[in-house]
């Protein structure tokens, strides 16, 4: 073997590179690199072993990083979960239970007839889509409150939770004698889902009309008078006087006739007196139409003094009572069914108000007796009333607060007649309006008191006088 030879004072050829030149050698190999090895060796070995020393006190003092172990875990398990998530909401359907209800419920109108009916058979279906997903949606946040909500909505409309239910597809399943869902259908063919307009007439007291058009008069109209005259339903009052010799009149009689319509309903005809106030059209039945869901019917709320009739196939609603000797009536219908007549049919009180000759009021104002006059002009003093322009205001007042036009009612008929079931009428008046009127903020009409507006256009052109004098003074 040949030894390497080097200049004497150079430095020594160490080759200590390689693949393994930073790793530091076991202790064994470096006790060999100085006892076994050439002259040479050792001060490779030396170098090699001080710069390993050197690299583990680095490795030393450099922060160990955390094990990876636990992070891969917690992500591990994250992923798990995540992934079990997923697997829970994707079969959970509540979603799609959401959305058929709303498809059920959005063409529905509250003011329609049948609303209650519809809704709950709508939410009865929404609650059994939410039973057939209850497993699978446990841990589902929405779906929990879906059938929170769904209890509420249940107890606020006094739904029962049997009974029928809506199907899923309102498109196919409407029902044709149902007005509100003939509408629905329309609309979602049409693209647009514009609710119907309803209109509401009443009668009732000395007699007092408001038409279709929120229009408030009184009335003489003494005999037989048509109310409604369409091509779907006719309704005629008579009136009587009310005192001997007096121009003021009152409802004795109503006849309503709900006209035959396609294979919803034959023709049936209501008739009600003055202390005959039947739950039962003339032929003796109490509905007209096939089927579990009657399209029309007949529902006693009173015996002998109240009555409603609820004709779905025209969405329209019927309220007749009688109040001390005389009769009221309350009616809601579509707009585009009530304004469906022929040009022979135009004399309809609830369309056209009464004729100009028959008014007793002014434009509205009605002729309160002042400076002791207690009745309108034409009464006989034999039939004064018992009633004081006080005593009358008092006594309208216990029954209705606000001072509307049916407040001014009750005062005109207590002064007119004396009869103290005036208020009464004057009172179930205005409850039906807030049953039936579709719009809450017409619901009360003022009436139009011209000798108020007088004085008070007196008060601000005096208060501008007054401000022009302090002004240039």
């Given at each position: 073997?040949?030894?390497?030879?080097?200049?004497?004072?150079?430095?020594i050829?160490?080759?200590?590179s390689?693949?393994?030149?930073?790793?530091?050698?076991?202790?064994?190999?470096?006790?060999?690199?100085?006892?076994?090895?050439?002259?040479?060796?050792?001060?490779?070995?030396?170098?090699?072993?001080a710069?390993?020393e050197?690299?583990?006190?680095e490795?030393r003092?450099?922060?160990?990083?955390?094990?990876?172990?636990?992070?891969?875990?917690?992500?591990?398990?994250?992923?798990?979960?995540?992934?079990?998530?997923?697997?829970?909401?994707?079969?959970?359907?509540?979603?799609?239970?959401?959305?058929?209800?709303?498809?059920?419920?959005?063409?529905?109108?509250?003011?329609?007839?049948?609303?209650?009916?519809?809704?709950?058979?709508?939410?009865?279906?929404?609650?059994?889509?939410?039973?057939?997903?209850?497993?699978?949606?446990?841990?589902n946040?929405?779906?929990?409150?879906?059938?929170?909500?769904?209890?509420?909505?249940?107890?606020?409309?006094?739904?029962?939770?049997?009974?029928?239910?809506?199907?899923?597809?309102?498109?196919?399943?409407?029902?044709p004698?149902?007005?509100s869902?003939?509408?629905?259908?329309?609309?979602?063919?049409?693209?647009?889902?514009?609710?119907?307009?309803?209109?509401?007439?009443?009668?009732?007291?000395?007699?007092?009309?408001?038409?279709?058009?929120?229009?408030?008069?009184?009335?003489?109209?003494?005999?037989?008078?048509?109310?409604?005259?369409?091509?779907?339903?006719?309704?005629?009052?008579?009136?009587?006087?009310?005192?001997?010799?007096?121009?003021a009149?009152?409802?004795?009689?109503?006849?309503?006739?709900?006209?035959?319509?396609?294979?919803?309903?034959?023709?049936?005809?209501?008739?009600?007196?003055?202390?005959?106030?039947?739950?039962?059209?003339?032929?003796?039945?109490?509905?007209?139409?096939?089927?579990?869901?009657?399209?029309?019917?007949?529902?006693?709320?009173?015996?002998?003094?109240?009555?409603?009739?609820?004709?779905?196939?025209?969405?329209?609603?019927?309220?007749?009572?009688?109040?001390?000797r005389?009769?009221?009536?309350?009616i809601?219908?579509?707009?585009?069914?009530?304004?469906?007549?022929?040009?022979?049919?135009?004399?309809?009180?609830?369309?056209?108000?009464?004729?100009?000759?028959?008014?007793?009021?002014?434009?509205?104002?009605?002729?309160?007796?002042?400076?002791?006059?207690?009745?309108?002009?034409?009464?006989?003093?034999?039939?004064?009333?018992?009633?004081?322009?006080?005593?009358?205001?008092?006594?309208?007042?216990?029954?209705?607060?606000?001072k509307?036009?049916?407040?001014?009612?009750?005062?005109?008929?207590?002064?007119?007649?004396?009869?103290?079931?005036?208020?009464?009428?004057?009172?179930?008046?205005?409850?039906?309006?807030?049953?039936?009127?579709?719009?809450?903020?017409?619901?009360?009409?003022f009436?139009?008191?011209?000798?108020?507006?007088?004085?008070?256009?007196?008060?601000?052109?005096?208060?501008?006088?007054?401000?022009?004098?302090?002004?240039?003074?």
């Amino acid at each position: 073997m040949m030894r390497k030879k080097r200049k004497r004072g150079g430095p020594i050829a160490c080759s200590c590179s390689g693949p393994d030149a930073d790793v530091a050698p076991p202790l064994e190999s470096r006790r060999a690199a100085w006892t076994g090895m050439g002259r040479a060796a050792p001060f490779c070995a030396i170098a090699s072993a001080a710069k390993a020393e050197e690299q583990q006190q680095e490795h030393r003092r450099r922060p160990r990083p955390p094990s990876r172990l636990p992070a891969f875990l917690l992500f591990s398990l994250g992923l798990l979960l995540h992934t079990g998530d997923c697997q829970l909401q994707t079969p959970c359907r509540i979603q799609k239970c959401t959305t058929d209800f709303v498809s059920l419920t959005s063409h529905l109108n509250s003011a329609a007839d049948g609303f209650d009916l519809e809704f709950c058979k709508a939410l009865r279906a929404y609650s059994a889509c939410t039973y057939r997903n209850s497993k699978v949606c446990r841990g589902n946040l929405v779906y929990h409150s879906a059938v929170l909500g769904i209890s509420d909505l249940m107890s606020q409309r006094n739904c029962s939770k049997d009974g029928p239910t809506s199907s899923t597809n309102p498109e196919v399943t409407h029902d044709p004698c149902n007005y509100s869902g003939r509408q629905g259908v329309r609309e979602l063919h049409g693209g647009e889902k514009t609710p119907p307009t309803y209109f509401f007439c009443g009668l009732f007291g000395d007699p007092h009309l408001r038409t279709f058009k929120d229009h408030f008069q009184t009335c003489k109209v003494e005999g037989a008078w048509p109310l409604i005259d369409n091509n779907y339903l006719s309704v005629q009052v008579t009136n009587v006087p009310v005192v001997p010799r007096s121009s003021a009149t009152a409802t004795n009689k109503i006849t309503i006739i709900f006209k035959s319509y396609q294979d919803c309903t034959d023709q049936k005809v209501y008739q009600a007196v003055t202390d005959d106030l039947p739950a039962a059209f003339v032929d003796g039945t109490t509905s007209g139409g096939d089927g579990d869901t009657k399209s029309l019917h007949i529902v006693e709320r009173v015996s002998g003094k109240y009555v409603e009739m609820h004709a779905r196939y025209i969405g329209t609603t019927v309220f007749v009572r009688q109040v001390g000797r005389y009769l009221t009536l309350a009616i809601r219908m579509p707009e585009e069914l009530a304004m469906a007549y022929e040009e022979s049919q135009d004399l309809q009180l609830c369309v056209n108000g009464c004729p100009s000759s028959e008014r007793i009021d002014d434009s509205g104002h009605l002729p309160l007796p002042v400076m002791g006059q207690f009745l309108p002009p034409g009464a006989s003093s034999q039939s004064r009333s018992v009633y004081t322009l006080e005593s009358a205001t008092t006594k309208c007042h216990e029954k209705m607060l606000l001072k509307d036009i049916y407040f001014y009612s009750c005062v005109f008929d207590l002064l007119t007649t004396g009869d103290a079931n005036f208020t009464a009428a004057a009172h179930s008046a205005l409850q039906d309006v807030e049953a039936l009127h579709p719009r809450k903020e017409r619901w009360h009409i003022f009436p139009n008191n011209r000798g108020n507006s007088q004085g008070q256009a007196l008060c601000l052109s005096l208060g501008l006088v007054c401000l022009m004098l302090v002004v240039f003074l």
